[in-house]
């Protein structure tokens, strides 16, 4: 069959979606797969098996991340990448990261049933930790591929029970001996749904992604003093969860003053003593912020940092605001957005470009290796919530975009 006419088969691509869903599925109907535990282990493993079996070498690196190599006639040519993550939110959905993965899954599939051979190598990565909801940094494993973050800090970043990353990838038996980077890539690529709503509302399959917003994120403590709620005068106290409370409104307002494209989110909030009758001494919270444009995210950064010191001083609170991540927007490379471009476009695929507002394992790997991405519709645009759902027909479109960019760069052997 010529090399043109390969096309992915979208129900086994389906079937594994929904049988890696399993493990962490959750009764709405999502996953809960955090980052380095029990669940990840099982879904590591699972994704592993089927790597193998579509005659893979597999190499894990020393934070975990996993790669799967698929021989080229050049062995020594640098590889063409795919992958994503399999890590997921708290209330985490079927499809993102673990398209990108199985998507790449199913390319090397695709490969092996139609005995087509490349001239480079092709791989799948399955990097550790992209979420960010277990230990911060976001996107730490393909961040410490591309040498934005040493190894040994990675290793020794600890989650809210004090577990620290090392220990946790120990435990699960994914702490490799690759070593971190220095890996020749000639090309990333990677597919991800959507995680927003402009494909859907203008009913086009593909989004050629261009790049990413920037972010910063950001650790913020207030406090105050824990005291009785009967007897202490309403002017007398010093209410943290007061602090945190208009800060919430003031991170809302600084990202509405740079619409359309502002983002400002709280999505994580730790009162303390919590206790209904106790006035809250203390508010650990964090905040995430974004911008395509690195200079509006400079003023939000500056807004954020008077908000916090105006409320402080009025509600007479400490406030310890600490950014603890941060990316600038990122491009991404013009010959791979022109592979994904020209892939759809041979397959009759209705398309936009667009950025990505989500952080995604693409953005560091741009660092290291010439990169584009490849977006899908999900349904309302909903992600980072247990119903984020997709339909089969576009993840299938998606993963032929996929497989065709991926050869346009891996070059196939002819017959
Ligand atoms: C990753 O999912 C992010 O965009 O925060
Ligand atoms: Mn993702
Ligand atoms: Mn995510």
Known sequence: MSPNALRIDGSRLWRSLMDLARIGATPKGGVCRLALTDLDRQGRDCVVGWLRDAGCSIEVDRVGNIFALRRGRSASAPV???????????????????????????????????????????GVAIWTNEEGSRFVP???????????FAVEHLLAQRDVD?????????????????????????????AHIEQGPILERENRVIGVVTG??????????????????????????HDALRGAARFVEAVHALAVRQAPE???????????????????????MSVDLRHPDDAALAVMDRDLRDAAAAIARELRLECDLTQVDQFPSSRFDP??????????????????????????????????????????????????NEIEDAQPAHLEAGANVLLHAVLARAGAVPA
């Open 162 to 190: 004090g577990v620290a990353f090392g220990e946790a990838l120990d435990r699960i038996g994914y702490a490799g001996d690759a070593p971190v980077g220095g890996r020749a890539l000639d090309a990333y690529f990677e």
């Open 138 to 148: 976001v996107m730490g494993g393909s961040g410490a591929f591309a040498g934005v």
């Open 262 to 284: 502002g983002r400002g989110t709280v999505g994580f909030v730790q009162v303390k003593p919590n206790s209904r009758n106790v006035v809250p001494g203390r508010v650990a």
């Open 335 to 384: 010959a791979c957005i022109a592979a994904v471009r020209d892939a759809a476009a041979a397959l009759g695929l209705s398309r936009r470009e667009m950025p990505s507002g989500a952080g995604h394992d693409a953005i560091y790997v741009a660092r290291v290796a010439p990169t584009a991405m490849i977006f899908v519709p999900c349904k309302d645009g909903i992600s980072h």
């Open 212 to 237: 990413a917003l920037g972010q910063r994120w950001y650790d913020c403590v207030w406090n105050g003093q824990d005291a009785h709620a009967g007897p202490t005068p309403m002017e007398a106290r």
């Open 80 to 122: 063409v990448l795919t992958g994503s993550h399999i890590d997921t939110q708290p209330s985490g959905g079927k499809f993102d990261g673990n398209y990108g993965v199985l998507a790449g899954l199913e390319v090397l599939r695709t490969l092996a049933a139609a005995g087509i051979e490349t001239e480079k190598p092709v």
